[in-house]
């Protein structure tokens, strides 16, 4: 099993940045890929970014792309998201997510996520 917990959520000005962090405890040998979702109120929890453990290969969301950028610290078991020129419309709870060697396609272990709040 992997543990995660995020940290670095909280209130900013439309325009500016923050970093979110998520440290990963546990089976961490069995990490594929991690990522970052988030879920506004009222809506579905939508995807926005991963990252390889291994090789650090990217992807994002369009609606992130190139505001956003994810990258890791092997060293730390932890992966980053930062944030910026965020806008209202990322206001959010994030979560961190991480997928095994065994089922890489899937995030089977989550955090207990961490809210973003954007004021414009």
């Known amino acids: 099993q992997v543990q995660l917990v995020e940290s670095g959520g909280g209130l900013v000005q439309a325009g500016g940045s923050l970093r979110l962090s998520c440290a990963a405890s546990?089976?961490?040998?069995?990490?594929?890929?991690m990522g970052w979702f988030r879920q506004a109120p009222g809506k579905e929890r939508e995807f926005v970014a991963r990252?390889?453990?291994?090789?650090?290969?990217?992807y994002y969301a369009d609606s992130v792309k190139g505001r956003f950028a994810i990258s890791r610290d092997n060293a730390k078991n932890t992966v980053y998201l930062q944030m910026n020129s965020l806008k209202p419309e990322d206001t959010a709870v994030y979560y961190c997510?991480?997928?095994?060697?065994?089922?890489?396609?899937?995030?089977?272990?989550w955090g207990q996520g961490t809210q973003v709040t954007v004021s414009a």
């Open positions: 997510a991480a997928a095994p060697v065994s089922r890489p396609a899937e995030f089977g272990s």
């Open positions: 546990g089976r961490t040998s069995s990490i594929y890929r």
């Open positions: 990252i390889n453990w291994g090789g650090g290969i990217t």
